[in-house]
């Protein structure tokens, strides 16, 4: 028996060859011919026609195991790569090739799996897209969807999404039809929790005819399903847009001619799977199984892209009488200010970390600015403009439940924490009496607003009213960021109430989200679809809660959030058509992070988060996974970022100004096929994330101990001995001047957990463009030295 035939036995599937001829989008004939390992050449046709397909399929053994980070300049095993062995899986690689006899009406390819022992309890997955199937009920409101134009309220409000591609919860017909650009990596994944079973198949983004697609469709008793890729792709009669899955399909087939040939890759995965978390772990492992590890370009340094960031926010951002760093450029509504989420208060952390002083001064003020606002409840009206606080709801019915009093409870989760980082800067830099007492003071109330939120409900919800701390909207991991903050604010402020109420609710949010495999509730204009900001907020508060606490099981949770979060972050280089101003500027998607599944564009980095808390996992671990996907994130940032020498086109026609960053990475054609690969022409919150990743992110990490060293800046490093000495040889490889922040040390010191790193400390390494220079490791201090 072939290893394939073991592993679908094994899930109880059998594998198909299809050919699926269309009227348009409208599918109107299919041939399924079954594999068999005895049957190495499968001739398939459609009834009724003159043409045929022959059929390969040639299939290799493989096996994957989470990668050391390739192309990090390590020397080959070396590095620390903790439990990589534990996550080995095997696998089958096939290489499927079509050709074609005769002319055929268009058509498309395809590779099927039909599961014979399904149920709608299995976990499906298709990483950036669907989560546990989006299963769940839907609500059929436009852009932005308003949660106060539905009747449901308070703690206890069911879990609705918006019409996206997604399973159904209720009875009949059940189906997703996805391009290959919907999903971080094009794959399908579910877990058997009766079972405990697991099975992965992987495969290429497109073949020669263009993109492939993706297809779930369920037996209408749930008791049967089939899994298919075709080449070329079509959605049949509907696709996805902007919140409705009722638009005409533009997909169409091939119209194949005598020889033509299709050629397709799939990797497949069975095994034993006791949960969703060995779920996300074997998807980790293989993702890149068949593109392998993407190849990081040397462009813009991190401290290049710093300069004209910091220029731009001083010359754009600004805002005068009031005081503050808006979170955008233009005279709107939701340009002007925002608090969290899209950058309100965390532009200012960046600035007063890594600025000059008239950047430190202004970031202050904006600190300053954001306490003017806050409530008596503790929280703060969401958003500002011309001179009055508005709140967050996008419905402006003047009739609406209390009016400019809606709240997304994520943007003051975010205030707390980016808050207690910004008070700690101030400390380090000047001793606790430097902290102003207004700050000492807001902090204080907005912890105890959420741990008022928290004694009340036992959660933090979603939306609240900002005036009185009354929960509108609950259900969702919208508030997770709190989590992190009451710990840090338990800790600065001395009060064990934050810690209890932080342990507790990381202990009812990991049982609720995490555990499950579904995040919700971070973007506020999307009800509760799955999404991965609230995934990457978890990762951050349980690793707070570990580094606070030291307990072992916050650091267990963190990766298993980390493993969730990368299921979001685009793996492989997206094909951009090539007319289109990311295919013209080469642009390169891995590394990415899809947003949510309803706003079906991927962005350059976390909203709103420079990463580093992958990086304060890896330090925690040893383990390379994490380390490796913080690299690609936060290496791809500076391509996104326009400048004066190579302007980003936005889809107005017009050149954006130096600093800015649009957040579509558009791989999906939700908002237009003629939009995929171009920009939306608005400073946005990437530029927030950018600026962190330099403020809070190494460049460049060595552990001279065990010889690894790390690189997310735009240069070459390795370890070498020169004169008797190791050194650390940099090599700028850029057009650019480079400033690289240079952490070193022990592998001793990587493992303690040390709370908040200090950047501060850190060395700076100048490098002229094109330079190479060798820095004896003995002259960098570490924490031990």
């Known amino acids: 028996m072939s290893q394939l035939s073991q592993l679908l036995e094994f899930v109880q599937a059998r594998m198909s060859l299809a050919v699926t001829r269309f009227d348009g989008s409208r ?27 022959e059929a390969s399929v040639k299939e290799t053994s493989i096996a994957v195991k989470r990668a050391p980070i390739i192309g990090a300049v390590a020397r080959e095993g070396v590095a ?17 090739e079509w050709v074609h006899y005769g002319t055929s009406a268009p058509s498309s390819v395809g590779v099927r799996f039909a599961f014979d022992a399904w149920s709608d309890r299995n976990y499906v997955l298709v990483p950036g897209a669907v989560y546990a199937g989006n299963r769940f009920e839907s609500q059929a409101l436009p852009y932005a969807p308003c949660w106060s134009r539905l009747a449901e309220r308070g703690p206890g409000t069911p879990g609705f999404i918006t019409d996206i591609p997604r399973l159904n919860p209720s009875d009949g017909p059940s189906a997703s039809h996805l391009l290959s650009g919907d999903a971080a990596t094009p794959a399908v994944c579910w877990h058997d929790p009766v079972r405990q079973r697991g099975f992965l198949v992987l495969t290429d983004q497109r073949t020669e005819w263009g993109e492939s697609s993706i297809h779930i469709e369920e037996s209408d008793d749930r008791e049967r ?6 080449a070329p792709g079509v959605r049949p009669m509907r696709k996805y847009e902007m919140c409705t899955t009722e638009v005409p399909s533009p997909d169409r087939g091939a119209s ?58 001083n010359a754009m951002n600004w805002r005068e009488p009031c005081g503050y760093y ?6 709107q509504k939701h340009q002007d200010w925002q608090i969290g989420w899209v950058g309100g ?24 600015f954001m306490l003017s606002g806050q409530t008596d409840a503790g929280f703060f009206p969401g958003v500002f403009y011309n001179g009055r606080w508005y709140g967050d709801e996008f419905n402006d019915d003047p009739a609406r439940d209390c009016p400019e009093q809606w709240h997304i409870v994520r943007k003051s989760a975010d205030a707390l924490y980016v808050l207690l980082k910004q008070a700690a800067i101030i400390e380090r830099r000047g001793g606790p009496q430097q902290v102003p007492v207004s700050w000492r003071a807001g902090i204080r109330r907005l912890a105890d607003g959420f741990l008022a939120l928290w004694e009340r409900y036992g959660q933090f919800g979603q939306w609240i009213r900002a005036d009185t701390g009354e929960m509108l909207v609950g259900g969702s991991a919208g508030g997770a960021m709190a989590i992190g903050g009451l710990a840090l604010a338990a800790q600065w402020l001395e009060d064990e109430r934050y810690r209890q109420a932080a342990q507790a609710a990381g202990e009812y949010y990991y049982a609720q989200f995490t555990a499950r495999g579904v995040t919700t509730g971070g973007p506020g204009e999307i009800l509760q679809c799955p999404d991965s900001e609230s995934a990457f907020a978890l990762l951050e508060s349980y690793m707070v809660l570990y580094e606070t606490s030291g307990a072992k099981l916050w650091l267990a ?14 793996s492989c280089d997206f094909a951009f058509p090539p007319d289109s101003t990311f295919g013209r500027l080469g642009m390169r998607t891995a590394g990415s992070v899809i947003a949510n599944a309803q706003n079906k564009h991927s962005a350059p980095g976390i909203c709103t988060l420079s990463g580093d808390a992958l990086f304060r996992l890896f330090r925690a671990t040893g383990n390379t996974l994490y380390a490796a996907q913080l690299r690609e994130t936060a290496h791809n940032l500076t391509q996104y970022l326009s400048r004066s020498d190579r302007p980003v086109l936005g889809w107005d026609g017009i050149d954006m100004p130096p600093g800015y960053m649009s957040e579509r990475v558009n791989m999906s054609d939700w908002e237009g096929q003629e939009l995929v690969g171009e920009a939306l022409p608005l400073s946005c919150w990437c530029e927030v994330s950018l600026m962190l990743t ?19 800046d735009h240069v070459h490093c390795e370890l070498a001995a020169s004169e008797g000495e190791t050194v650390l040889r940099l090599h700028n490889q850029t057009a650019f001047q480079a400033v690289v922040r240079l952490l070193v040390e022990s592998s001793r010191e990587a493992a303690e957990p040390s709370g908040r790193l200090a950047p501060d400390g850190w060395a700076r390494i100048a490098l002229g463009a094109g330079e190479i220079r060798e820095v004896p490791l003995a002259d960098v201090q570490t924490d031990e030295g």
Do not use: H
């Open 326 to 331: 808006a979170v955008g450029t233009v005279d």
């Open 694 to 712: 330099y403020a809070e992110v190494p460049g460049v990490y060595v552990q001279p101990d065990t010889g690894f060293v790390w690189s997310a």
């Open 557 to 570: 949770r963190a990766e298993e959030a980390a493993l969730q979060a990368m299921s979001w972050c685009v």
């Open 27 to 53: 599918p109107i004939g299919e041939m399924n011919q079954e594999w068999s390992e005895d049957n190495e050449r499968m001739q398939i046709g459609i009834a009724g026609e003159q043409t045929r397909w």
């Open 256 to 313: 194949f001619i005598d020889g033509s040939i299709v050629r397709m890759r799939v990797n497949v995965f069975a095994f034993p799977c006791e949960s969703v978390t060995g779920l996300f772990r074997a998807f980790a492992a293989a993702r890149m199984s068949l593109t392998g590890p993407p190849n990081l370009v040397p462009g813009l340094p991190f401290s290049a892209a710093w300069n004209i960031q910091q220029s731009k926010y």
């Open 345 to 368: 208060g965390m532009s200012s952390l960046a600035l007063l970390a890594e600025g000059d002083d008239l950047s430190a001064e202004r970031a202050a003020r904006t600190v300053d």
């Open 225 to 230: 399903c089939a899994v298919e890729f075709r």
């Open 80 to 96: 620390p790569n903790a439990g990589c062995e534990a996550d080995a899986i095997e696998g089958v690689s096939l290489a499927l």
